[in-house]
């Protein structure tokens, strides 16, 4: 079960902390001589992790590896699949894994297979030695479980967000409404738009038509529900997605909602946060370096003096 949910928000400004804790990575990572690894990080959609973790160097980290690799090749064939391994009567006891991938409905799979590769770069990163995790990014997804979920029918909500209303624009609503009546009578993945409003959905590759219906049904009642009249919203359910906008939404990121707030908040931590980092590694080199030099000392300690 997935019971920890992170949400970054895919904002500007999520992206800029991204980029500073990057940058942070680097600069230590350049002072340190060390070879870190530093994997580039990208904004992701969501992800969940169970709380149960695995032991290193047990049989189900083994399969693990398997399944990732395994999703990453097959992502160069087809933009679905899912894989139980360990869950047969030789295997040992708490090895078994049952995991799917998924990429948007119109990638192709050349780039659909460098989705799911940053995927499941990711994926250990952010659910750490889990038994279960889910990782959605913007054009693929990627969940493993211990237990056997794969075409089960679940609708439970994974993620949402709704940007700020529009204002009573009746002809809006009027376009928004048919685009989310043409999402729902997908059965499996479809692009829609209506005037200047634009959307698609898409459900998991094993499920059947008539629980892709019922599961899309669920989204757009949710998108209604919970994101009234929104100019932009998605909902993300565990087995489908339904995402509407209006058209040019995307081009200018100036949305100033909660979730923004937020966003910059972090990033302003993370920068002075890095920043004070940096000044401090750089001063202990310094000393390092000017340790018997006395003026330089006096330099430190006159500069300190007017701000105590
Ligand atoms: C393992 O799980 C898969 C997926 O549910 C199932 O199709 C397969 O029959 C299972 N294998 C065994 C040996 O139980």
Redesign the pocket.
Known sequence: MLSRILQPHSTYNAILALRLTYILFYIFSFLSNGNFDVVEARVFIYAGCSQDKYQPSSPFESNLNSFLASAVSGASQAIYN?Y?LG???SSPPDA?I?GLYQCRGDLRTSDCSRCIESAVSQIGLVCPYSYGAALQLESCYVRYEHV?F??KLDTGLMYKKCSKSVSSDVEFFRRRDDVLADLQAATGFRVSSSGLVEGFSQCLGDLSSADCSSCLEDAVGKLKNLCGSAEAADVFLEQCYARYWASGYYDSPTDSSNEDQIGKTVAIIVGVVAGLAVIIVLLSFCRKALGKNPIFFSFLGHATIPFL
């Open positions: 899912s139980a869950n047969d009567s078994a049952f056997d794969l075409g």
